[in-house]
């Protein structure tokens, strides 16, 4: 697709931070309408009884795409859950990619089809495989980022966890660590308001989880994560700390999450109909497209185009994925289990 250059001056008095342009916002909108529409797909194709299970991005978008924005691919590290759709994207894996993983087709380039999806590690993108255990992901960054200190490399470990994972102990364990050592992560929770269908206030006594930072000697900030200027900002003040040898930061970014917790849940057994139309209001996608429009960067028919784009872009992806076979069944337990040598040997 071509891109169209925006009609509308852009608005100079925008005063974007250091690093963030008015063409890196245009691009991460781009990403994020591709999610949604990616997503969109991916819970329809579930519907339809194709895709076992997902857990929706829908509301994370613009905390996601600032979150990579902030970093550097080239050499930080990133330790995901498995509602960064988004997120891993605009890292740059393909919608071919993420298709193949929701429908368990041959090849798939995670896991080879064993695994939940986006779990696994990507041999292009600097991803770690996670375990599907609330909260696993923090210590195991901690360890990344002690790792990197000790061998003097030059790279952040972005740790994305929700506010469900911040009742864990593997959670207070890793800042605690993390404190104590002055280590380069960036502890990055995604407070949607609810633990599956636990509220934030049946979770913890403090409306705050930035707040919980001081505990570990380590800043804490909050953000709006339906702002993504707002959002880069935060961020990359807390890798820039990292970075520079000053150690950890707790950034709590507040989304909203659209949709059930997973195609599995019914949200509306749990939230009230207020609260479910209330967030709509909060939808990143709505919210970044009137930012960008309002200051000149994008304008309807670069808007539109962006949106077809995305459309095309699932529908090749979905035409692909479905064309592709299922894993042969001989192959289930290579690569998972010991192959046998001779003699007596047990699975």
């Not at 709505?286 to 949106?307: C, M, V, Y």
């Amino acid at each position: 697709m071509t891109q169209s250059t925006s009609q509308t001056p852009v608005d100079t008095d925008l005063n974007l931070p250091d690093g963030l342009t008015a063409e890196r916002l245009l691009s991460a909108y781009k990403t994020m309408c591709l999610s949604r529409a990616l997503d969109i797909r991916i819970w329809t194709l579930n519907r339809q009884g194709k895709a076992a299970i997902a857990a929706s991005a829908q509301g994370h978008e613009a905390a996601q795409v600032a979150t990579v924005m902030a970093t550097d691919p080239t050499r930080d590290r990133y330790l995901i859950y498995y509602r960064q759709l988004t997120a891993t994207l605009m890292l740059g894996t393909t919608p071919t990619e993420m298709l193949s993983q929701f429908l368990a087709r041959d090849g798939e380039i995670l896991s080879a089809a064993r695994q939940f999806p986006l779990h696994g590690s990507h041999p292009r993108v600097d991803l770690f495989s996670f375990s599907n255990v609330v909260g696993t992901q923090l210590p195991q960054a901690v360890g990344v980022a002690l790792a990197d200190k000790m061998k003097n490399r030059d790279s952040v470990t972005i740790s994305f966890f929700g506010d469900g994972a911040a009742s864990q102990g593997d959670c207070h364990e890793a800042m605690n660590f993390a404190g104590i050592h002055k280590l380069p992560v960036v502890f990055l929770c995604e407070n949607n308001r609810y633990a599956i269908s636990v509220p934030l206030h049946q979770q913890m006594p403090v409306e705050s989880i930035a707040s919980r930072a001081s505990s570990y000697g380590i800043p804490g900030i909050e953000v709006d994560g339906t702002d993504i200027i707002a959002s880069y900002e935060a961020i990359k003040e807390a890798v820039d700390r990292a970075r520079s040898g000053n150690g950890a930061t707790l950034v709590e970014l507040r989304v909203e999450r659209l949709l059930p917790h997973t195609t599995d849940d019914d949200h509306t057994r749990y939230r009230s109909q207020e609260d479910i139309d209330r967030m709509r209001d909060l939808d990143p996608i709505p919210i970044t497209e009137a930012l960008l429009k309002r200051h000149g960067i994008l304008d309807e028919s670069t808007d539109q185009e962006f949106k077809e784009w995305a459309r095309q872009e699932v529908d090749n992806a979905t035409d692909e994925v479905e064309a592709l076979p299922f894993p042969p069944i001989g192959e289930m337990y290579t690569g998972v289990l010991e192959e046998p040598t001779g003699g007596n040997s047990h699975a």
